[in-house]
């Protein structure tokens, strides 16, 4: 008597081959997932901010500077600088203005200009661009720097008119300049403020955005 062989249906054994195969590609995929995870959280540097406030306030024809070393290496994302400026005595009427500005020092502690009693900071000249040409046919007052400094990121002048009673001369500014600067460990950043007429006060507020390297 032959025996009878029982088939088994092509579309079921399909199903559970295609089933089996699916699980496979799903375990892998979610393995792969969860290394992409690790990996891209291991190499993301998240950024961060700090902060740190100064002020003077007896500005009269003088300056002063602040910095801070670099211990590690980041990207200088963005320096945000509020700025604000006002008279505290009043000694005659007149114009005051304060020019403010950072920068970096790269690889050594900053060296400062006291000679005319306004402490500027000795940034390198820049051998990226020509010297500064101003046409004068008018025959105007021009004072100028004649050369562009490397590495100064933000600079603001402020000027207000000091009335004989100091009414309505305060005067404030904020800014934001998007450096994208790589720093160094063994680089500092430095900051200025630097007066001339009428005696004011004057406070400086920056907030850095960095990122580690």
Avoid at 13 to 37: H, I
Wanted: net charge neutral; glycine share 10%.
């Amino acid at each position: 008597m032959r025996q009878r062989i029982r088939s088994v249906p092509h579309g079921g054994g399909r199903r559970d081959f295609m089933k089996a195969g699916g699980l496979a590609v799903g375990v892998l995929a979610a393995e792969g997932c969860a290394v992409s995870r690790a990996a891209t959280t291991s190499t993301t540097k998240i950024p961060r901010s700090a902060s740190f406030g100064w002020e003077l306030a007896n500005l009269n024809g003088n300056g002063a500077n602040a910095y801070f070393s670099v211990p590690v290496g980041m990207v200088l994302n963005s320096v945000n600088m509020d700025v604000s400026v006002m008279p505290l005595t009043l000694n005659g009427a007149g114009p005051a203005e304060v020019l403010c500005y950072g920068g970096i020092s790269r690889q050594a502690v900053p060296m400062f200009d006291n000679s005319g009693g306004h402490d500027y900071i000795n940034f390198a000249l820049s051998s990226d661009f020509g010297s500064v040409t101003i046409p004068n046919p008018n025959k105007l007052i021009v004072a100028n720097d004649p050369t562009l400094f490397q590495d100064k990121f933000v600079s603001v002048i402020l000027k207000t008119w000091v009335p004989s009673d100091g009414t309505a001369s305060a005067t404030a500014r904020n800014v934001t300049a998007y450096s994208s600067l790589t720093l160094n460990p063994g680089d500092y950043l430095v900051f200025h403020m630097d007066h001339s007429g009428v005696s004011v006060d004057a406070e400086m507020q920056v907030v850095i955005n960095y990122t580690p390297s």
